[in-house]
C-alpha cells in the first residue's frame, strides 16, 4: 500500500516565524488533505489538495501530483498554531485515506 | 448545521464487555470511515464503507465489527476480542470516488478507556 512520510516529525517555533511542514508518498494518489489536530483531538480541515496550489490567510499548500509530495506553509505563526499537522492520501480507485505520522508543531509566545 | 456527530465523547468499558460507538453524519455523504489512534500515533483505518450495506475492513480490524444499515450511521462494536481497545476513536466521512471533490471530514472522537 501507500506509505506517507512527514518531516520532520517535530517542530518548536518563536511566535512569528515561518515554517514549512513536507508530505511525501510512495505512489500517485487521488486524494490528498491536510489537518490540524488541536489539543481536544479534533481533526481541522486545512486543504483539500491532490495537486496544484491553495492558500488560506497565513497558510498555503501545494502538491506537485508527479513528484509525490506536498508541503503545507505556515507563515507568521501564532500560539495557536500549535498541535500536529497530518497529511492523509487516498490512491487510485481506493476510500482508503492513509495518514502519515504527523508532525508536532509547538509555538511559543 | 451539517457535520458529523460522534456519541459518547468519553466511553468507560469494563475488560470482557463489548461496546458500541455512535457515528451519525447528515452531509449525504455516501463513504463512512472509522480510524483509531493510540497516543503520539498517527491514524489507523479500522473499517470503510462506500455504500449502505457495504463495508471492508481497513488495516486493523480484528475485535472490530460494523453495520451500514443506513446512509447517516456507522457504528462500531469494540468487541472483547480486541486486546487493547483504550484509544481514541475518530469517524470520518466524504462523497464518493465518483464525486469530483472527495474531501473528508471528521467527528470529535471517542475516547475510550478500558477499567
Known amino acids: 500500500g501507500i506509505q506517507v512520510e512527514q518531516s520532520p516529525p517535530d517542530l518548536i517555533l518563536q511566535e512569528g516565524a515561518n515554517s514549512t511542514l513536507r508530505c511525501n508518498f510512495s505512489?500517485?494518489?487521488?486524494?490528498l488533505q491536510w489537518f490540524h489536530q488541536n489539543p481536544w483531538g479534533q481533526l481541522i480541515n486545512l486543504f483539500y489538495i491532490p495537486s496544484g496550489t491553495k492558500q488560506n490567510g497565513r497558510l498555503s499548500a501545494t502538491t506537485v501530483a508527479t513528484e509525490r509530495y506536498s508541503l503545507l506553509y505556515i507563515s507568521s505563526s501564532q500560539t495557536t498554531d500549535s498541535g500536529v499537522y497530518f497529511c492523509?492520501?487516498?490512491?487510485?480507485?481506493?476510500?482508503?485515506?492513509?495518514f502519515g505520522t504527523g508532525t508536532r508543531l509547538k509555538v511559543l509566545a | 448545521d451539517g457535520g458529523i456527530t460522534q456519541s459518547p465523547k468519553y466511553l468507560f468499558r469494563k475488560e470482557g464487555q463489548n461496546v458500541t460507538l455512535s457515528c451519525e453524519q447528515n452531509l449525504n455523504h455516501d463513504a463512512m470511515y472509522w480510524y483509531r489512534q493510540d497516543p503520539g500515533q498517527g491514524l489507523r483505518l479500522i473499517y470503510y464503507?462506500?455504500?449502505?450495506?457495504?463495508?471492508q475492513k481497513g488495516d486493523i480490524a480484528e475485535g472490530y465489527s460494523v453495520s451500514r444499515e443506513k446512509k447517516e450511521s456507522f457504528p462500531l462494536t469494540v468487541t472483547s476480542a480486541q486486546k487493547n481497545p483504550t484509544a481514541f476513536y475518530l469517524c470520518?466521512?466524504?462523497?464518493?470516488?465518483?464525486?469530483?471533490?472527495?474531501?473528508?471530514?471528521f467527528g470529535q472522537g471517542t475516547r475510550l478507556t478500558v477499567v
Open positions: 464503507s462506500q455504500i449502505v450495506n457495504d463495508f
Open positions: 470520518a466521512s466524504s462523497p464518493s470516488q465518483g464525486a469530483r471533490d472527495t474531501e473528508a471530514f
Open positions: 492523509a492520501v487516498g490512491g487510485s480507485g481506493t476510500y482508503k485515506y492513509i
Open positions: 505512489d500517485s494518489v487521488n486524494n
